[in-house]
């Protein structure tokens, strides 16, 4: 079992940046596939963000690419998600997941955070 814990979500202009943190308890992190969801009202959840196990392999859709950058630290049990230049199109619930498949569908991740509101003013 593990448990996953967002933090850092909140209310930024247009323009700003954010660090969203994910803390895992419960055992091997490590070998654990990571990943970053959102989900806007009245929208389907989305996939933001994934990192494989060590690290060394991140993977971006395309509405993010080159604003966000995924992260993880495996000695802290703990999986960052750093987001600049955010626009209100990226006013969602952000979710982090864990899984075994390094893979962009939400329905191949077991486990899930609670949610932590990101809210981008124009």
């Known amino acids: 079992q593990v448990q996953l814990v967002e933090s850092g979500g909140g209310l930024v202009q247009a323009g700003g940046s954010l660090r969203l943190s994910c803390a895992a308890s419960g055992r091997s992190f490590a070998n654990y596939v990571m990943g970053w969801f959102r989900q806007a009202p009245g929208k389907e959840r989305e996939f933001v963000a994934r990192?494989?196990?060590?690290?060394?392999?991140?993977g971006y859709a395309d509405s993010v690419q080159g604003r966000f950058t995924i992260s993880r630290d495996n000695a802290k049990n703990t999986v960052y998600l750093q987001m600049s230049t955010l626009q209100p199109e990226d006013t969602a619930v952000y979710y982090c997941?864990?899984?075994?498949?390094?893979?962009?569908?939400?329905?191949?991740?077991?486990?899930w955070g609670q949610g932590t509101q990101v809210t981008v003013s124009s």
């Open positions: 990192i494989h196990r060590s690290g060394d392999i991140t």
């Open positions: 997941a864990s899984g075994t498949i390094y893979s962009i569908l939400p329905a191949l991740y077991t486990y």
